[in-house]
């Protein structure tokens, strides 16, 4: 078995946390493979947030629609994209997927909650008093996972092809 496939493929959005604090070591090195990602003509078009303030995860929380549960966890991260950066959305997805597998890799479950089309982007920006620079384009709630709920995935036959496109397996 290749650890780092095991790590991808043993993902799951884990919504339940233990109330234990993320060891630090960890959150820098997630932080570090996050601002590992590729980026369009190596811009880096990132700003991440690490919130820990019971106050302000409450807060966040409150502001979304489908993240109620960072209220339970011990830390949530905050990815901002700079608006100006072309390819600031793909960039910044691909720095989430690196600090979600990052924290992965250490055990530590945590859920993408949905930020740059979201209403509440904005409300996010200013209660963590970022510069309207910034968008925020995903939070991600992380902690040791109390409970791990399995999502079904579709079948890969019907997902890929090779070469050219035969209409008839879809
Ligand atoms: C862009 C994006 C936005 C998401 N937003 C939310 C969200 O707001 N709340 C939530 O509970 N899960 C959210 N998710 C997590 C998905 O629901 C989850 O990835 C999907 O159900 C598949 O489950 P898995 O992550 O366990 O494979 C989001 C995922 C992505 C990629």
């Given at each position: 078995m290749n650890v780092v496939t095991a790590v991808i493929k043993g993902r799951h959005s884990v919504r339940k946390f233990k109330s234990d604090p993320v060891d630090e070591t960890v959150i820098h090195d997630a932080i570090k493979c996050a601002v590992h990602a590729p980026t369009a003509m190596n811009l880096q078009p990132w700003l991440i947030g690490v919130i820990r303030s019971k106050e302000l995860l409450d807060k966040i929380a409150d502001f979304t629609d489908h993240g109620k549960f960072i209220k339970d966890a011990p830390v949530c991260f905050a990815v901002f994209g700079?608006?100006?950066?072309?390819y600031y959305l793909e960039d910044c997805c691909a720095a989430t997927e690196n600090l979600i597998l990052g924290l992965q890799a250490y055990g530590v479950g945590s859920c993408w909650v949905a930020g740059?089309?979201?209403?509440?982007a904005e409300a996010v920006r200013k209660l963590l008093n970022v510069s309207e620079k910034y968008t925020l384009v995903a939070l991600v709630p992380a902690g040791l996972p109390q409970d791990i709920s399995l999502a079904s995935k579709k079948d890969v036959k019907k997902m890929v092809f090779f070469n050219t496109c035969d209409q008839g397996q879809l």
């Amino acid at each position: 078995m290749n650890v780092v496939t095991a790590v991808i493929k043993g993902r799951h959005s884990v919504r339940k946390f233990k109330s234990d604090p993320v060891d630090e070591t960890v959150i820098h090195d997630a932080i570090k493979c996050a601002v590992h990602a590729p980026t369009a003509m190596n811009l880096q078009p990132w700003l991440i947030g690490v919130i820990r303030s019971k106050e302000l995860l409450d807060k966040i929380a409150d502001f979304t629609d489908h993240g109620k549960f960072i209220k339970d966890a011990p830390v949530c991260f905050a990815v901002f994209g700079e608006r100006n950066a072309k390819y600031y959305l793909e960039d910044c997805c691909a720095a989430t997927e690196n600090l979600i597998l990052g924290l992965q890799a250490y055990g530590v479950g945590s859920c993408w909650v949905a930020g740059e089309k979201k209403e509440y982007a904005e409300a996010v920006r200013k209660l963590l008093n970022v510069s309207e620079k910034y968008t925020l384009v995903a939070l991600v709630p992380a902690g040791l996972p109390q409970d791990i709920s399995l999502a079904s995935k579709k079948d890969v036959k019907k997902m890929v092809f090779f070469n050219t496109c035969d209409q008839g397996q879809l």
